[in-house]
């Protein structure tokens, strides 16, 4: 084989095709921002920063209560806002924590061991609806949560699980926004 002709298809057929699989293999989700994104939304906590540990007031090793959380930057257009907060680091696979959709857009901030009042809480990994905080087995875990507003609101059951809520949600995103907490058991 021609040393040109590898080189321009390394070039040109595996570098971008690597370059895909790793970009939409970035985590565990299926979900994918759509094209109208503004890229400007924002989660943040009082409790903790990005990727730092997340006090065990918030675990189940404490009083296993959600955060506090700040939302900022919802684009123009939002009809609701969707937050999902798993552990992609699970043994068994990403592990789901707490997953509310339908939330109003105005809302700027969810206050610590609360949920969104007109929200939908929908069913966890631990088989009920609501917040159930990080408890690892074993070793550092990595917990995102994240925020999502869409351009509609969900026809979904509280029953729902979180492949439902992500199918529900594809092509009406408008932005994304996350924030990563860390946590070890003692």
Known sequence: ????????????????ATGYYLFFQRSNENVILDQKSSGNMTIESSAFRNNELIPSKYT???????????????????????????DPDAPGGTWVHWTVWNISPDTAEI??????????????????????????????HRYFFKVYALDGSLNLSPQARKPALERAMAGHILDKAELIGLYRRN
């Open 1 to 16: 084989m021609n040393l040109r002709f590898l080189t321009f298809f390394i070039i040109i057929v595996i570098l971008p």
């Open 60 to 86: 189940c090793d404490g009083d296993n209560i959600n955060p506090p959380l700040d939302i900022k930057g919802a684009p123009k257009g939002t009809k609701s806002l969707v937050f999902i907060v798993d």
């Open 111 to 140: 206050a610590e061991g609360s949920s969104p009042v007109e929200g939908v809480e929908g069913e966890t990994d631990f088989g009920r609806p609501g917040y159930g905080g990080p408890c690892p087995p074993s070793g550092a």
